[in-house]
């Protein structure tokens, strides 16, 4: 076999040796646009993971790379001077330079053939070779030539950074933080070999304009750096090398090959540097072109087959926690108004990969100085070791126990919108055990605001007096609160229910209403366009079913404004083509809820308080944009909003959300902290870990659970037990089985966190 490798990187050069070892002989040769002794960055990270994972591959270049990195355990976020430190990250840094040489020699001493200054535009030369590897670089000339075969695309992230390096001796890696009248500008900084580190300065492209930085200007970019940063340089300088002010171009290609030609490393797949994962990626995914092959010497598409299969989804879940470890630096400016202990814990738990727990694991000191300080600045007095899920919250007179929240999850099992034995259980029984705040299922206003025959109402006597009767049960026997989420279905109404059929008509469907005359699917019928009459009557609606929560006992009104639904399709561009003052702009489609919840706030008592829940993204094109949604939280929070229920998508039947771990959390976090009101988040969240991370991290104020609490009422009872948290809550039929619960959990969190420790990745120091 003769396998040609466009690109001299490392992953080329350790598929190169991985394959020729395994396969004596074939011919590989390398072709490398540059010179043997030419580098450009500085440093590369690689994880005790990915070093035992070449201590397995090969073990002589394993040696040479570990005689020549520095290793740390250790881990810095400082701001302005103040510095905290983390333990137990194991960590190298290897020289660049010095990690290509090594690879060099190991792939000499196996017999690839290696060919420097030698640029490759033309394939044709290597019509002979069985394999091609496109191993060069984000740029790939070979990847544009076939772009459309291989589905690339390309994007361009939001922030400037530019690659450095400096003298400057570092005991740990240290994230550099430092506020400028211009906005915060971050350093990434590793020692990589002894006088030697690499400082990556990131910043948004708003403070790389203010501070007049220009790309190519090395300079200019290295004296005011230098004075930004004279006091973590500490005497030493700066060190370039083409060190050019960049945006960090994320990679995708739809197809990793095309004939026999096959793309690895930055030109298949990129993930940002902040998680210290390109090098590694690429080496990684060497290895698995290496099996693939080996394994499938006759069959070069069955082995570019199993590449795909086995790497694809892994790289995928790297560069997913890369976007959003990303994600995080492009907003430091918004975090950057969190305390100093907070806003290292949101460093190091950016990715969504660390948990408070885990962390905690790696150095405990660490986790619980955290959870001091979020109960030191928590709105209520809170023993400084109380996590965070059981902590108190007030909203206006209102006070909840926990921070738990039941979402609104639709039962479907209501006649004539009355509740009865089914949904007095399901709800009585999450009260029982131990949710903070329950929020019913949307609860239509009128029956024609009803999405199913088998939804509840609130628009009649016998509605409110079984509402009453529940809520009376919840309150007497809980500590529970309990909320009712008011809405009208629009022209999502009159469908089936979910388990008799998909966003399908009934039978005999009622006259829709929407903002405008766009049918959600092409099943359902099309609405009529609300006229002013149709809105004082749904408004007069709204102003009833509030009037009659409160006469059934609720404790909070939660105005249904998301999903698609009525109000909520006067708020989204896709839904909302008016031509009329309620159409248009944010402000003007921001008419009508507004108007809704004015009213509704007028008449439901000042001292509970009221919740808005909205769509923060419609997951697709020319959807809702971000500033609308900062303008639509803004604008409810002044009409008298307590806090914003922040969920996404559901506008549309063509949507394409990207769903994930804690996926909506991001929406929570942006509404929060630039609006500056409390939020409550959802989605995917499922375990106590999870919502911890996600309060300390000020990315919301309370955690809904949907499906967890489906199948498990006892969610937060099992949780407090985990957490060893004394609930003093727990009712006195139940309280003799704390005795039995409380034990067993705790032997069982033991035995995962001792498992947990023993997988971990053994020490390369």
Not at 427 to 435: F, K, M, N
Request: aromatic share 10%; hydrophobic share 35%; charged share 25%.
């Amino acid at each position: 076999m003769k396998i040609t490798v466009i690109g001299g990187g490392p992953g080329g050069l350790y598929f190169s040796i991985l394959t020729k070892k395994a396969m004596p002989n074939c011919e590989i040769n390398v072709y490398e646009r540059n010179k043997s002794d030419d580098s450009f960055g500085f440093g590369v990270v690689f994880s005790d993971e990915t070093l035992s994972e070449f201590l397995t591959r090969d073990p002589k270049s394993y040696e040479l790379i570990r005689t020549n990195f520095a290793y740390w355990d250790d881990l810095d976020v400082a701001r302005d001077g103040e510095i905290v430190r983390i333990t137990g990250n194991g960590f190298c840094g290897c020289s660049r330079m010095k990690l290509l040489q090594l690879l060099h020699q190991r792939c000499k001493e196996e017999g690839v053939n290696l060919h420097f200054e030698a640029d490759v535009n033309d394939l044709s030369q290597f019509n002979d070779s069985d394999i091609i590897v496109a191993a060069d670089g984000i740029g790939s000339q070979i990847r544009t030539q076939f772009e459309k075969d291989f589905g690339t695309n390309v994007t361009l992230k939001k922030n400037r950074f530019v690659w450095m390096g400096s003298t400057r001796p570092l005991d740990a890696f240290t994230y550099f933080f430092r506020n400028t009248p211009a906005g915060l500008i971050v350093a990434h900084t590793y020692q990589y070999e002894p006088g030697r580190s690499t400082w990556i300065f990131e910043c948004s492209n708003e403070t790389f304009e203010k501070l007049e930085f220009e790309v190519t200007n090395e300079k200019d970019t290295v004296q005011k750096l230098e004075e930004i940063f004279k006091q973590e340089l500490d005497g030493h300088h700066l060190i370039t090398n083409k060190s050019h002010w960049r945006q960090f171009p994320h990679v995708i290609n739809q197809k990793w090959y095309k004939d026999n030609i096959v793309l690895l490393g930055d030109a298949k797949a990129t993930a940002h540097y902040s998680i210290g994962s390109g090098t590694k990626l690429a080496m990684e995914c060497a290895i698995g072109l290496s099996d693939a092959v080996v394994a499938n010497q006759n069959n070069v598409h069955a082995a570019f087959e199993q590449y795909e299969k086995t790497r694809r989804n892994r790289v995928e879940m790297i560069q997913y926690a890369a976007n959003v470890s990303l994600d995080w630096f492009e907003n430091m400016n918004r975090h950057n108004q969190h305390n100093f202990l907070q806003f290292a814990f949101g460093c190091m738990t950016r990715s969504k990969k660390v948990t408070f727990e885990n962390l905690g694991i790696r150095d405990k000191s660490f986790t619980d100085k955290v959870l001091e300080n979020f109960n030191e600045i928590s709105s209520r007095a809170q023993l400084r070791e109380t996590p965070p899920a059981f902590t108190k919250l007030k909203l206006r007179d209102l006070e909840l126990n926990n921070r738990i929240v039941m979402a609104p999850m639709g039962q479907y099992s209501a006649e004539n919108g009355e509740i009865n034995d089914w949904h007095f259980t399901h709800y009585t029984s999450r009260a029982i055990g131990g949710v903070g705040l329950i929020l019913t299922e949307m609860t239509a206003v009128s029956e024609t605001g009803r999405i199913t025959l088998g939804c509840t109402g609130i628009y009649s006597k016998n509605q409110l007096y079984k509402w009453g009767k529940m809520v009376d049960f919840i309150h007497q026997n809980t500590t529970s609160k309990i909320g009712i989420q008011l809405g009208h279905s629009g022209r999502k109404g009159a469908i089936k229910k979910p388990w008799e059929g998909t966003n399908e008509p009934i039978d005999n469907p009622w006259k829709l209403l929407s903002a405008s005359p766009i049918p959600f699917n092409d099943k359902m019928g099309t609405p009529r366009e609300m006229t002013i009459d149709d809105m004082d009557k749904v408004t007069t609606e709204f102003v009833q079913a509030a009037k009659n929560a409160d006469e059934a006992g609720f404790d909070l009104i939660e105005l249904q404004a998301h999903h698609g639904f009525l109000l909520a399709s006067f708020l989204s561009p896709l839904t909302n083509i008016r031509q009329d003052e309620f159409g248009g702009s944010i402000d003007n489609r921001l008419k009508f809820p507004i108007r809704v919840f004015t009213e509704m706030r007028k008449v439901f008592p000042q001292n509970k308080p009221m919740s808005v829940r909205i769509s923060a993204s419609d997951w697709a094109e020319n959807g809702i944009t971000e500033e609308e949604v900062l303008i639509i939280a803004k604008a409810f929070k002044q009409v008298g909003a307590d806090i914003i229920n922040v969920s996404t998508g559901n506008t549309v039947s063509y949507q394409q959300p990207q769903v994930g771990r804690m996926w909506q959390v991001p929406f929570s976090d942006a509404v929060r902290n630039e609006v500056h009101i409390p939020t409550i988040t959802t989605g995917y969240i499922q375990d106590i870990d999870q919502i911890n991370t996600i309060l300390i991290n000020g990315k919301a104020d309370l955690v809904a659970l949907g499906r967890p609490l489906l199948l498990d009422p006892y969610f937060v009872r099992n949780a407090q037990a985990y957490e060893n948290f004394d609930a003093n809550d727990i009712p006195n039929q139940y309280l003799a089985g704390k005795s039995h619960l409380y034990p067993f959990v705790g032997s069982e969190r033991k035995m995962i966190e001792g498992m947990k420790k023993a997988l971990k990745p053994e020490s390369h120091k």
